[in-house]
Structures are given as structure tokens and as C-alpha cells.
């Protein structure tokens, strides 16, 4: 069971930026995938970013060239920065990871068996 712990949501202007994180509780994420979605109300969940621990990581195409993704191996966390964010960035943030021996993490959620509570990240414009 691994249990995920996100933080750095917030209310934001357009053009701002934020940094999300999560880490798993009592365990290291070697050998896992981590993803990030979010959700908006009335849409799917979508995938925004994901890394494989100390492997190949993806961006979704609506982020790339603003979101980056990245692993804090000292602190076993994976980091979520996002800049020049916009309204349509608005959403609720999940970290997602599953055991994985794929180089490239998934963009599908249901390849992903365990998630975070969420966390509301809000873009004024």
C-alpha cells in the first residue's frame, strides 16, 4: 500500500507560478511511476506530467513548455513546477503512482493503482 501526500495548491493570477508536491508516506517511490492529472469540474481527469523514478518522464501537450516534472531523490518526492499559468490551468491536482517497469510513465489513470486526496489549484485571470 503506498500511501500519497500532495501540497502546494493555491489561488494564483495568470502568469504566476506554483510548485505541487508529493510524497509517499513510509515508503521510497523506486521502482514506481508518479503521474499528475487534474480535474476540472464536469471533465475527465487528464493527464498533465509524469515520471518514471530515476527514468524517462512525459508532458502533457497542453503543458509543455510551461510544467516541468522532476524527482527530489534526497527527500523522495516528486515535484510538480508549474509556471505562466492560466485560467484553463485550473483545476484539482492528483498524484498518482504505480509499480511500473515502463521507462515512460502512462498517460491513462487507470494504469495507476494508487492516488493523493487532490489538491485545488486555482488561476485567476
Known amino acids: 500500500q503506498v500511501q500519497l501526500v500532495e501540497s502546494g495548491g493555491g489561488l494564483v493570477q495568470a502568469g504566476d507560478s506554483l510548485r505541487l508536491s508529493c510524497a509517499a508516506s513510509g515508503r521510497t517511490f523506486n521502482g514506481y511511476v508518479v503521474g499528475w492529472f487534474r480535474q476540472a469540474p464536469g471533465k475527465e481527469r487528464d493527464f498533465v506530467a509524469g515520471v518514471r523514478w530515476r527514468g524517462g518522464y512525459a508532458l502533457g501537450d497542453s503543458v509543455k513548455g510551461r510544467f516541468t516534472i522532476s524527482g527530489d531523490y534526497a527527500k523522495n518526492t516528486v515535484l510538480l513546477q508549474m509556471n505562466s499559468l492560466k485560467p484553463e490551468d485550473t483545476a484539482v491536482y492528483y498524484c498518482?503512482?504505480?509499480?511500473?517497469?515502463?521507462?515512460?510513465?502512462?498517460?491513462?489513470?487507470?494504469?495507476?493503482?494508487?492516488w493523493g486526496q487532490g489538491t485545488q489549484v486555482t488561476v485567476s485571470s
Open positions: 498518482a503512482a504505480d509499480r511500473s517497469t515502463k521507462w515512460s510513465p502512462p498517460m491513462d489513470p487507470k494504469e495507476y493503482a494508487y
